[in-house]
């Protein structure tokens, strides 16, 4: 007896603004830059954003003639870590999602771009995605607002720091 398969295609469109920071930095200090995707689907299963940077190894952010690239943040995909005060690293966060952020991103609703308590980050790799968020069923114009922090090294020269943000949504099943 034959197998039947039914094969079914989902649409599925992501929209985002801003993705990449090209930012001369002074010494030490923070830049934040937030984008937001919207995404419609028809997957009933839903979909998951995830992010890539393009700067390779554990590199968060290049800068050319300058003595202290940026790092990647140590926080990871599936534990995202509190970012004070440390100098020196790149990172992402999720702070807000129409369906509610994954609460790996902090301890509570973040209350700005700017809100280092309530919005814990993650660096960003070139070869193994992080995940960003999860939504289960179809949805329509989902909005998910993402922030990327850089905090420059206290003894960087004041010049221009590149990385690129590349954001994909996956269909689940």
């Known amino acids: 007896m034959p197998t039947t398969f ?3 295609v989902y649409s599925m469109t992501v929209g985002f603004s801003a993705t990449a920071i090209d930012n001369a930095m ?3 200090e923070n830049f934040f830059s937030s984008f937001t995707t919207d995404t419609t689907t028809t997957n009933p ?3 998951r954003l995830e ?16 003595a202290n690239p940026l790092l990647d943040w140590t926080g990871t995909s599936t534990s995202p870590s509190e970012w004070s005060t ?3 690293y ?3 966060t999720v702070r807000d999602a129409d369906d509610g952020r994954l609460s790996k991103w902090g301890p509570a609703p973040s209350l700005g771009e700017n809100d280092i308590v309530n919005n814990w980050y993650a660096g960003l790799s070139d070869s193994s995605p992080i995940v960003l968020h999860t939504h ?3 949805a ?13 090294a206290t003894t960087t020269s004041a010049t221009a720091h590149h990385e690129t943000v590349s954001v994909t949504a996956i269909p689940l099943p």
Do not use: E, K, W
């Open 90 to 92: 790149f990172g992402i």
């Open 6 to 8: 039914i094969a079914r």
């Open 51 to 66: 992010a890539t940077g393009t700067a390779s190894g554990t590199l968060g952010a290049t800068c050319g003639g300058c």
């Open 45 to 47: 299963g839903g979909y």
């Open 136 to 138: 289960v069923g179809a």
């Open 140 to 152: 329509t114009n989902n909005h998910v607002t993402m922030t990327v922090r850089a905090r420059s």
């Open 26 to 28: 002074l010494p030490d």
């Open 86 to 88: 440390q100098a020196g």
